[in-house]
Nanobody, 124 residues
């Protein structure tokens, strides 16, 4: 059983920043790719960012490129999402997820474990 616990969400003004954290249980965190996804009200969940097991490779949705940065600390079993220059359209529940392999992926079907989500609200 794997538990993923997100934190760091909240209310921020447009142009502001937030850093989300996702703490994972278990001793195999460093063996798996990780991802962040988000779901806005009335919309389907969508890919945000992913990182490989080593942290050497990352990928982003076009909508967040240049503004968001995914990183990980394998010693702390934690993955982060630094979000800068936030826009109202970034408002959503943000979820972290653990991939089935060490590779990163933008496809939700490549992830087996999901956190409960953390709300991010960006006011205009």
């Amino acid at each position: 059983q794997v538990q993923l616990v997100e934190s760091g969400g909240g209310l921020v003004q447009a142009g502001g920043s937030l850093r989300l954290s996702c703490a994972a249980s278990g001793r195999t965190f460093s063996s798996y790719g990780m991802g962040w996804f988000r779901q806005a009200p009335g919309k389907e969940r969508e890919f945000v960012a992913t990182i490989t097991q080593s942290g050497r490779s990352t990928d982003y949705a076009d909508s967040v490129k240049g503004r968001f940065t995914i990183s990980r600390d394998n010693a702390k079993n934690t993955v982060y999402l630094q979000m800068n220059s936030l826009k109202p359209e970034d408002t959503a529940v943000y979820y972290c997820a653990r991939a089935t392999t060490g590779s990163g992926s933008s496809s939700q079907t490549d992830y087996t474990w999901w956190g409960q989500g953390t709300q991010v609200t960006v006011s205009s």
